[in-house]
């Protein structure tokens, strides 16, 4: 204060352009544009299938074309308890059967970012993993993530034996019933 002046208020008033993330949705590396996934960051993202003990890679991409913001992957878990125990050094959140990364980004405006979900199924049936995507200007989304995971079955190979009716050469076994022409 001023020797003899009064105390003053100032209001002080703060804005800062929201983010607006929309989603293109990357899938095996080979960018497919999905027209109905181009609004605000929907709220299930979908891995597809995959056989038991195998791997499928899915990219979401995001593109702000709002304010520049900070964003950081949670599971649910780690929402409810305000303790963060999924994530590891390498910036990965863990939710098996699925691995996100990076767990912690920032986006400009009209940035875009690149975020890794690999879905590795170590049991059949479908998989559901709930993540929150929550932005440093206090709001957050949630996400499901879903994945579906089938085992080996003897059906899904067939091979019909046909009786050989083309000429045996030297490298043939001239005493097998059927042969596997590949």
């Known amino acids: 204060p001023v ?7 100032v209001t002080l008033l703060a804005y800062r352009e929201a983010p607006q993330l929309r ?12 027209p109905e996934k181009q609004k605000v960051l929907c709220t299930t993202v979908e891995c597809g299938q995959c056989m038991v003990g195998a791997t499928v890679n899915t990219t979401i991409r995001l593109h ?14 780690d929402w409810c308890f305000s303790s963060v125990q999924n994530v590891s050094n390498y910036n990965v959140i863990k939710l098996p059967p699925f691995f996100i990364s ?15 979900i690999k ?8 998989q559901v993993e709930k993540l929150y995507v929550v932005c440093d200007n206090c ?9 579906d995971a089938f ?6 190979i067939t091979i019909e034996d046909v009786p050989k009716t083309f000429q045996i050469d030297i490298e043939d076994d001239i005493n097998a019933e059927y042969y596997l022409d590949l």
């Not at 702000?64 to 878990?77: D, H, I």
């Not at 957050?140 to 879903?146: A, D, N, Q, S, V």
């Open 3 to 9: 020797l003899g002046g009064r105390p003053v208020t």
């Open 64 to 77: 702000n074309q709002g304010g520049e913001a900070r964003f950081w992957l949670l599971s649910e878990e």
């Open 151 to 156: 085992l080996y079955e003897d059906y899904f």
């Open 102 to 116: 990076p767990s912690y980004f920032t986006v400009n405006k009209g940035g875009i970012i690149d975020i890794n």
């Open 23 to 34: 989603v293109v949705e990357l899938r095996d590396i080979e960018e497919t544009l999905l």
């Open 139 to 147: 709001s957050f989304r949630e996400l499901e993530l879903i994945g």
């Open 119 to 126: 879905f590795c199924p170590e049991t059949y049936g479908l």
